[in-house]
């Protein structure tokens, strides 16, 4: 799984079926969802994608605690459209939740794979981590969020992303507004408003918003960042502002929704360039902002929750 490509992927997929009218996931789709189950099936044999061994402390940490949440998420999410917790999906909790740190200043969140790569693999991402393990629980179906056997655990996560939701960058808070909406409780009514705020003051005068306004972010290049407006930001501001409580109707959200239906490419993408480096957009890491921009397209566009 990858925070760029294959999770937007498994997370926007399911929302172009109707359209394209299909009445089961694409082969792609079951293809990430096979590879997923299978590893947390074999939880405890599989390595882990970054060990220590080869790639230097604290990888192998990092590796399963960002592969343990999103592999709870993307079932999490699949199960949601069978309103069952399947005994895969549990597995995946259960391989998330221990992992969770239970002291220290990351209490409640997960280890983070940080390859100085922003913005989500950087020292800043165990925050978007967090908020990916709360749209995860919260979005479980059978009212999982509620059962008795994970309330600390939960609680601690809700504490962790509530204590440092007014000190993290606004591509995190953006994030933090959307899980708050699916976990209830997360964040204080003060709070929520004033990631809307943020966001709305963030928002450029063509419509959109840019990825480079959201976090302090310097290229390791030293080349300027892009400061134009593109799908991945206007996207998760949407996707954000929605969830933050405004309609489709209010001008901030609508004007959005314009610019991204106004900017998607002939080839069927939005663009987003690296906040990391001056990359070919032809090169397969050149195209890894706009995997994310395009998935996250669909969902602002398509209300997904």
């Known amino acids: 799984m990858s925070c760029h490509t294959a999770l937007p992927f498994a997370l926007a997929r399911p929302a ?16 990430v969802v096979e590879d997923v189950v299978t590893r947390v099936r074999l939880w405890r044999e599989v390595e882990p994608f970054y060990p220590d061994q080869t790639v230097g402390l604290p990888k192998t940490s990092e590796s399963r605690g960002t592969e343990s949440v999103l592999n709870a998420l993307i079932l999490s999410r699949r ?25 220290g200043d990351l209490k409640g969140a997960w280890a983070w794979l940080n390859f100085k790569y ?3 693999e950087s020292t800043g991402s165990p925050y978007f981590g967090a908020t990916l393990a709360a749209i995860a629980v919260g ?20 504490a962790f992303l509530q204590h440092n939701a007014d000190t993290t960058h606004l591509l995190n808070r953006a994030m933090a507004l959307w899980a708050s909406d699916v976990l209830p409780g997360m964040l204080s009514s003060a709070q929520r408003q004033s990631i809307v705020d943020a966001i709305v003051a963030a928002q ?30 206007t996207a998760l501001a949407v996707i954000a502002l929605q969830r933050g409580g ?20 002939q080839a069927g993408m939005w663009r987003a360039s690296s906040v990391n480096k001056n990359r070919d957009p032809a090169s397969d890491v050149g195209k890894f902002m706009s995997d994310a921009a395009t998935a996250y397209a669909i969902i602002a566009l398509n209300g997904l929750r």
């Not at 089961?24 to 293809?31: D, L, T």
């Not at 459209?81 to 909790?93: G, K, P």
């Not at 059978?142 to 996560?157: P, Q, T, W």
């Open 16 to 31: 172009l079926r109707s359209a394209l009218g299909e009445s089961q996931p694409s082969e792609g789709e079951r293809k």
């Open 79 to 103: 199960d949601a459209a069978t309103a069952v917790v399947s005994d895969d999906l549990r597995q995946a909790f259960s391989n998330m939740w221990a992992l969770q740190f239970r002291s």
């Open 118 to 120: 922003e913005p989500w």
């Open 139 to 158: 979005g479980a179906p059978g009212g999982y969020a509620s059962d008795s056997a994970i309330r600390d655990r939960v609680e601690a996560l809700k």
């Open 204 to 233: 450029r005068p063509d419509g959109g918003w840019a990825t480079a306004a959201l976090g302090p972010w310097k290229r390791r290049d030293a080349t300027p960042l892009d400061s134009a407006s593109d799908g991945y930001a």
């Open 246 to 265: 405004m309609t489709r109707d209010d001008h901030h959200v609508s004007s959005g929704v314009t610019w991204l239906i106004q900017h998607q490419e």
